[in-house]
């Protein structure tokens, strides 16, 4: 049984690894665990929200994940074609804004029209976010802000460069969970993960429950975030 959760993150992040390996042990084609990571990610976003999360984010694709075999990319596309809009209407049902963070201009152009529609539909919403990374690299996008900032002649700051983000306005991230058995973070919300807690698993993401995310969350509340303060400074404030 989970331990009760003392203290939720605002916002956590998900680097959803290990759909293709775990369909691979089961003798299933890599777009079977894709599929069923989608299933999971719906899933374990609702559990998230019901626990108090403001904000999610989740890296479904990276640019480096645009190399992978044609066949495997094409599974990825129809998945998205057929899945995206009915799953994130479910997700963001409970005025959840949603947000793609990354290159669309990657993307085949019928998934960027789903990917707009989806968006339009929640752009009014407020309150709780979510951001899907597809086609996303964290390089690539600290590139694309400081060219922001050059375009407009001014001198790059902290607020400027955050603002400029695909994530500008949002808060970063609290809490950075990545399954799969992997220790990095692999160009994912780079900058804004500056002071983010780490959290890995070494499940496969098809088979991280519900109940793996609320011990992931019982770790984050045990962790002490100083944020460059003294133990004693942060007692005074709170």
């Not at 956590?12 to 990571?37: C, E, F, L, T």
């Not at 108090?52 to 990319?73: C, F, H, Q």
């Not at 309150?127 to 690299?137: E, S």
């Not at 983000?165 to 949002?170: A, E």
Request: some cysteine; overall charge neutral.
């Amino acid at each position: 049984m989970v331990k009760k959760i003392t203290r939720v993150p605002k916002h956590v992040a998900i680097i959803m690894d290990g759909n293709g390996r775990w369909a691979k042990s089961r003798m299933m084609p890599r777009s079977y665990g894709h599929r069923q990571g989608m299933h999971r990610m719906i899933g374990l976003m609702e559990h998230a929200y019901d626990l108090g999360v403001d904000y999610i984010t989740v890296y479904a694709l990276s640019t480096e994940n645009l190399k992978r075999p044609k066949e495997e990319l094409d599974g990825l596309f129809t998945l998205l074609r057929d899945h995206f809009l009915e799953y994130m209407r479910k997700v963001c049902a409970r005025g959840v804004k949603l947000k793609v963070l990354g290159d669309v201009s990657l993307l085949p152009e019928d998934v960027r029209e789903i990917i707009r529609e989806a968006e339009a539909e929640t752009a009014g919403f407020s309150g709780k976010g979510l951001n899907i990374a597809l086609a996303y690299g964290a390089r690539e996008e600290l590139v694309r802000a400081a060219n922001e900032a050059v375009k407009k002649g001014e001198p790059l700051t902290e607020e400027s460069l955050s603002a400029a983000l695909y994530t500008g306005g949002q808060p970063d991230p609290d809490l950075i969970i990545r399954t799969g058995k992997e220790k990095r973070l692999s160009n994912f919300l780079l900058y804004q993960a500056a002071y983010a807690e780490l959290y890995f698993s070494d499940k496969m993401f098809p088979e991280f429950s519900d109940a793996d995310l609320e011990k992931a969350f019982v770790d984050y509340a045990k962790r002490a975030r100083r944020f460059g303060k003294t133990d004693e400074q942060c007692k005074a404030e709170d």
